[in-house]
Each structure stands twice: as C-alpha cells, then as structure tokens.
C-alpha cells in the first residue's frame, strides 16, 4: 500500500485538472466514490465516523492549556491572514469558510477563547453532519438518478448544483466537487464526462438548467 501510494500521490498531484486525477485513480485503483458515499447513508457509518474525526481533536483541547495572552495571539493572526496577506487560498477558501462557521454558530474572536472542549466538539458534529454527510447522501441519490436516467444526466446534474447556489459556501462546494467524483462513475465515455461536468459548473455558477447551450 505504501508503494502504491509513493508512487501514485505524485502522479495526482502533477495532474493539470480534476477529471485527468480522477481519470488516474480509476486507473490505477479500485476506489469507487459512489460505493463510499453508499456506505455513508448508513447512520450507524455515520456516527462512526463522526466520532472518530471528533475523537482525537476533543482529546487534544482537553489538555491544551490555554496562555493568558492567547486573545491577543489570536487577533494578531486574525490580521496577518484576513488583513495583510490577502493569498488566494485565504480569500478564496479559508476566509469564507471562517466567516460562515463564525456567523452560524455567533462566535466572535473573544468568545471563540472561551468556549469549552465540549462545545467546539458539538460545533464540528453539526458541521460534519449538515455540511458534510447531508449533500453527500444527496449527491448519492442524484447519481442514481442520472445512471437510471442517463439521456438526461447533463441536466441532472446541472440542476442539483443550481438548487444549492445559494447555499453557504462550504455545501455548495461539497456538492459540486462531490458531484464531479460521482459523475465521473456515470459517464458512459470520456465525451460524456466533460459534458456532464461542464453541467455542474453551470449549474454551481447559477445557470438555468433549462436554457439551451447552457453546458458549453
């Protein structure tokens, strides 16, 4: 396994686009997204996993021991990362995610030093249960829909993304790159996967579905 993964894991990385990684994986391994995702409808996987991704940071909080200054830590990295260094990755991601997981849950810089183990675990269950596991039990059902109805996959696809347009940022990103892995367990031929994932582009970009062309 770890040869394997030695000599995949560059190969994957020095890929120029998300379907030519995919395209790889289905090569080279026998990991099917769509299986995975089947066993995550499982709420007993569920819990079991949830746990398991909570388990170890929970642990950890419980014996950090926090500095009497951290507050002012805290706020001057608040502003090195949304204030002076203004990367892509930060702007682009890291941000967005923050400032939803802050509005959500009404924490504020000094209130995120106060809360307990047990409340930053219960934060990170929801999350991983409503913005996680939630669109990816969706994305399962709209993957069978479009293998039982293949004549219509573009659009299919196109339109689940188009539902969560306006969702928060973190599930309407889960959604269209969940999507992409899904789709490409569907496609028929390599023509059909760049149609069907030039359809979840669209509809993530809030295109009508419905309008004609709208996938090129």
Not at 57 to 86: C, E, Y
């Amino acid at each position: 396994m770890g040869k394997k993964l030695n000599y995949l894991l560059p190969r994957l990385f020095k890929a120029k686009t998300l379907p030519d990684a995919l395209r790889l994986l289905e090569k080279e391994t026998s990991i099917r997204f769509d299986t995975i995702l089947m066993q995550l409808k499982d709420k007993t996987v569920r819990r079991i996993l949830v746990k398991q991704m909570i388990q170890p940071a929970t642990n950890f909080l419980k014996k950090v021991k926090i500095p009497s200054d951290m507050k002012q830590l805290v706020a001057k990295a608040d502003d090195l990362l949304n204030n002076k260094l203004k990367l892509d990755i930060t702007v682009n991601w890291i941000e967005p995610i923050i400032l939803y997981i802050k509005d959500r849950f009404k924490i504020s810089r000094d209130s995120l030093m106060d809360l307990k183990p047990e409340d930053i675990e219960a934060i990170i269950h929801e999350l991983l249960n409503d913005e996680l596991f939630e669109p990816l039990s969706v994305v399962l059902d709209v993957h069978a829909k479009a293998k039982e109805n293949y004549q219509c996959r573009e659009f299919i696809f196109c339109q689940l993304n188009y539902n969560y347009y306006d969702t928060n940022f973190i599930r309407r990103n889960i959604i269209k790159f969940s999507s992409i892995a899904t789709a490409f367990q569907v496609k028929r031929n390599d023509n059909d996967f760049v149609q069907i994932y030039n359809s979840i582009y669209s509809g993530n970009d809030g295109k009508d579905c419905t309008v004609r062309n709208v996938f090129v």
